[in-house]
């Protein structure tokens, strides 16, 4: 499944900067408007979104072939989960280099290696969040002598209604994304100014 990871990564950024992007901008022309780091960064959290979603229906499916005992197996190839993670890596294509090249933006060119350090403790952050909403779950639904959502024996679990609980709350980290995306300007960084300066300079000489 690694090689579906770095080839379906590979090959869609390939594929945007020399298919999806020229095609967006001929289609817009006279005034092309490609979009901008955070309009894809909203487009790689939808992304995400149908990601999850598929993972959920694959694993109510898979769970439909899960055999019955103390081994965790199914008669479902393994390759459905092909899907999904093409998905992932296309939702973090469009997300993390969008965050990358936000923060190098944004950030003055003294400041770049922080720029791009918070882009990691974005992605840090999301990893305990996760550990955290996991946590919070299987306390909840492991009560009663019930093994949980997500067990050692996922055969025994609810793997599925975790996926569509991630779902609905990466839904609501999109709708809050948007909202203040929409509220953000643009900074001027140190470099465009310099450039402008030099540039008014010349024209005085």
């Known amino acids: 499944m690694t090689v579906f990871d770095i080839i379906s990564t590979s090959v869609f950024i390939i594929c945007y900067d020399k298919l999806i992007l020229p095609l967006y901008v001929k289609i817009t022309k006279p005034k092309p408007n490609p979009p901008s780091e955070l309009q894809l960064m909203e487009i790689g959290l939808a992304i995400a979104i149908a990601a999850i979603i598929t993972a959920g229906v694959l694993e109510h499916h898979r769970l439909k072939y899960a055999s019955e005992g103390p081994k965790e197996t199914s008669s479902l ?29 944004q950030v003055p060119d003294k400041l770049k290696s922080i720029g791009l350090g918070l882009s990691m ?3 840090a952050m999301g990893s305990y969040t996760s550990s955290i909403i996991l946590s919070v779950v299987m306390k909840i639904t492991s009560k009663n002598g019930k093994p949980g959502w997500v067990p050692a024996n996922l055969n025994d679990g609810h793997l599925d209604r975790f996926f569509f609980l991630c779902a609905a ?21 140190e470099s465009v100014i310099q450039y402008f300066r030099v540039s008014e300079i010349n024209q005085r000489s």
């Open 77 to 105: 190839s393994i390759f459905w989960q092909t899907p999904q993670y093409v998905l992932v890596r296309i939702a973090e294509a469009f997300t993390y280099v969008a965050q990358w090249e936000f923060f190098a933006a």
């Open 121 to 123: 403790c974005s992605s």
């Open 169 to 189: 709350l990466t839904a609501l980290n999109l709708v809050f994304f948007v909202s203040c995306a929409k509220k953000y300007k643009n900074i001027v960084v």
